[in-house]
């Protein structure tokens, strides 16, 4: 499986600002994903992103709001604009294994609070 | 809509006894199972997973059944031991898509030494 690492593993921030979220794969994948986990809820995906292509994004979810980036096969970013306290959550990272997509791998999360 | 429901938020069991986590779906259309654990302050760890073509799959002492026509599956933990103490996530997809998975919100199991 591959190996993931996120940053920053945590930050606090005031509303109204932005924090962008970086994920680092040692292998090249083409699907990456980015979930939120909000607190005492299940992991929801928020976007799949493919290098090369625009992200698609989940219900609920929209671009203005969580700008991605994937800008090659080991790499993405996360931004979550304009921040509100309703954004605290651990946000992860992960890819799929390859070729088939069965399984996915995640990376440790970044966990946000927003005061 | 929860399509995918671990209704016990919590689970406590001596050391040495089974563990039996319990997820159950709605969506018919869901043909792949996955079990993930997550410790604090970690990403989710992929542990075991089952295709709907199959009712059991083993791995060491993690066991997972899927009951199709009841759309429920557990995972099964037998010895079970103090360092399996997590939360546990019960996921689910349709192969063939754009491998979304989705999520139960998880069962915090506690073994007891």
């Known amino acids: 499986s591959a190996v993931i690492s996120q940053k920053p593993s945590r930050d606090i921030c005031q509303r109204g600002t932005s924090l962008t979220i970086q994920c680092q794969v040692d292998?090249?994948?083409?699907?990456m994903f980015w979930y939120r986990q909000q607190p005492g809820q299940s992991l929801t995906l928020i976007a799949t992103?493919?290098?090369?292509?625009?992200?698609?994004?989940e219900s609920g979810f929209v671009i203005d709001k969580f700008p991605i980036s994937r800008p090659n096969l080991t790499f993405s970013t996360l931004t979550v604009s304009n921040m509100s306290p309703e954004d605290s959550s651990i946000y992860l990272c992960?890819?799929?294994?390859?070729?088939?997509?069965?399984?996915?791998?995640f990376g440790p999360g970044t966990r946000l609070t927003v005061t | 809509d929860q399509q995918v429901k671990q209704n016990s938020p919590s689970l406590s069991v001596q050391e040495g006894r089974i563990s039996i986590l319990n997820c159950d779906y709605t969506n018919s259309m869901f043909d792949y199972f996955l079990w993930y654990k997550k410790y604090p302050a970690e990403g989710p760890t992929f542990l075991i997973s089952i295709s709907s073509i199959k009712d059991k799959n083993e791995d060491g002492r993690f066991t997972v059944f899927l009951n199709k026509s009841a759309k429920h599956l557990s995972l099964h933990i037998v010895p079970s031991q103090p360092g399996d103490s997590a939360v546990y996530f019960c996921?689910?997809?349709?192969?063939?898509?754009?491998?979304?998975?989705?999520f139960g919100k998880g069962i915090t199991l506690s073994v007891r030494p």
């Open positions: 992960s890819v799929g294994s390859e070729p088939q997509y069965y399984e996915q791998y």
């Open positions: 292998s090249q994948v083409t699907m």
């Open positions: 996921a689910a997809k349709v192969t063939g898509a754009n491998s979304k998975l989705t």
């Open positions: 992103a493919n290098q090369g292509s625009e992200a698609t994004y």
